[in-house]
């Protein structure tokens, strides 16, 4: 026999009651409840189909009403591949219901922790957003999805599942903590931590026609800290370098130049968009040279008188706040484990709190979109390890290059030595043997000599008033002035010309 969702009046928790049961207990406020069947139309389970024929979900939704569902694949962050939302409109198009399946965003508040996500390429950029506490997240939600703006007048209660078994919602929670650690190989520990159902009534005008809405989410959050311990300590490290550049500045110059503390202040507020520099701010020393400025624009000013703070009341710190509490904090993650919105024309409110109530309480996700979020985010993570891996890999193999190009860099050095070596010795034979020659003319021109080579290869110094040098049989050099002998003489007297050096 199929089970019927009920609310209990007193608490809003879900009712689970067999057809034609009477009277039944409350499982949460443990109410006795007498259920009556008069006038009541018939309410069964119910599934969101897509265009494609997939189911995204089911609900208790009345018979009469128009259903609908749409699955987006695109991945809204490492933790959600898929979004399914599902939709259900009165016959008379005057109620419209809405929900939406998980979302998680990141606010990243640790410059170090930014940097190491972006050199993964395949971490998700969407996602990524400044932190919304849960009634700015469920109003920017509802504003968006009306289209119209709201005006907030009570909340309630949110009779969805995680509201009546908050050991769900902290499992939950725990899991995209860890889910999230794994994406970044670090350990996440919870500063602050929120899991709870949040429901508010808002008002408006559409189409000049008051309409009610009803709107919330099964919020959760954490505030979280990561390890491993190098990265708690790479603020203090980096701010004493700066502080030790610092030092050796003003040493040099003379000039008290603004703390580290102040510069990693303004090098955030510039890096997260919430200061401006221009081209000339750049072109005129950069950060230091901006907050040279800065200080010296606020010292003509007038000092405000003190503000004195008055002390902060004992008690739990408000999730998102730790900060201002003196606590780290490196990452917010947050979102909805599941939104819910309802819209209806203000005389329908009644009845349209009733069918909204029954529909929250009784919806149930699609088994096979779980498996594929688990098979998606598993390959997701595999992915990301992977490319780790060869990153790892690439930069060895770069490693390897530098040292081969090292070495072979000292080779052609080593050859370049010994060419350069070889060349410089030959140039300073050449230049020792032309300052000999030079030498030699020199010292022949004193002496009134010139130098001929004998046959057999040395050299006879012979008067330079001689015009032909000959050498006889036996070796001995003439000189003879004028017109060179016969042939038929040099023949007879075996006399030969010996050229000059």
């Known amino acids: 026999m199929r089970l019927n969702a009920y609310i209990c009046p007193q608490c809003g928790g879900a009712l689970n009651a067999y057809e034609n049961t009477e009277i039944t207990q409350c499982p949460h406020c443990k109410a006795s409840i007498r259920i009556s069947y008069e006038g009541e139309k018939v309410t069964k389970e119910r599934s969101f189909i897509t265009p494609e024929g997939q189911t995204a ?19 809204q962050s490492e933790m959600v591949p898929c979004t399914a939302c599902i939709d259900a409109v009165s016959s008379d198009h005057t109620v419209y219901m809405q929900s939406s399946s998980r979302e998680i965003y990141h606010d990243i508040r640790n410059i170090f922790l930014t940097t190491i ?13 400044k932190f919304a506490d849960p009634e700015s997240f469920v109003r920017n939600f509802a504003e968006k999805t009306s289209g119209i703006s709201l005006t907030l007048k009570s909340t309630g209660k949110l009779p969805s599942i995680l ?66 311990a190098f990265l708690n300590d790479l603020s203090a490290k ?58 010296k624009e606020a010292s003509v000013k007038e000092e405000p008188a003190p503000v004195r703070e008055e002390p902060r009341e004992e008690g739990p710190v408000p999730f998102g706040h730790a900060k201002e509490y003196g606590k780290r904090v490196d990452h917010v993650l947050y979102g909805a484990e599941r939104t819910y919105y309802c819209m209806c024309f203000a005389e329908k409110e009644a009845e349209a709190s009733a069918v909204f109530a029954r529909f929250v309480s009784s919806i149930r996700p699609d088994p096979s979109l779980a498996r594929y979020e688990t098979d998606a985010i598993r390959g997701k993570l595999q992915a990301i390890r992977e490319e780790a891996s060869q990153n790892q890999a690439l930069v060895r193999q770069k490693q390897l290059e530098l040292q081969r190009m090292q070495m072979e860099t000292s080779r052609m ?41 004998e046959t057999d290869g040395s050299y006879a110094e012979v008067s330079t008033a001689a015009d032909h040098v000959y050498q006889d049989a036996y070796g001995d050099v003439y000189g003879i002035s004028g017109n060179a002998p016969d042939d038929d003489i040099l023949n007879q007297l075996d006399w030969k010309e010996i050229p000059k050096k």
């Open 238 to 295: 980096a701010g004493k370098a700066m502080e030790n550049i610092r030092g050796a500045i003003e040493k040099s110059t003379g000039k008290e130049l603004p703390s580290a503390s102040e510069f990693r202040k303004t090098a955030s507020a510039v890096f997260s968009g919430k200061e401006k520099m221009t081209a000339g701010d750049w072109m005129k020393g950069g950060l230091l040279g901006k907050m040279l400025r800065d200080r």
């Open 57 to 75: 979900a089911s609900a208790v939704i009345p018979a009469d009403y128009e259903l609908s569902a749409v699955i987006s694949r695109t991945w």
């Open 163 to 228: 509201s009546n078994h908050p050991e769900n919602a902290q499992a939950l929670l725990d899991r995209n903590i860890r889910q999230y650690g794994a994406f970044l190989e670090m350990t996440g520990q919870p500063v602050s931590r929120i899991a709870e159902p949040v429901l508010y009534k808002y008002t408006g005008t559409l189409n000049n026609h008051p309409v009610i809405i009803l709107a919330g989410c099964d919020y959760e959050g954490a505030e979280l800290v990561y390890g491993p």
């Open 117 to 129: 996500r972006t050199l993964v390429r395949n971490h998700t950029e969407n996602g990524y957003q």
């Open 413 to 453: 050095i080593s050859r370049n030595a010994a060419q350069a070596s070889a060349g410089l010795m030959d140039s300073w034979k050449k230049k020792m043997d032309s300052d000999s020659r030079i030498s030699e003319s020199y010292s022949e021109a004193v002496r009134g000599v010139d130098s001929y080579q």
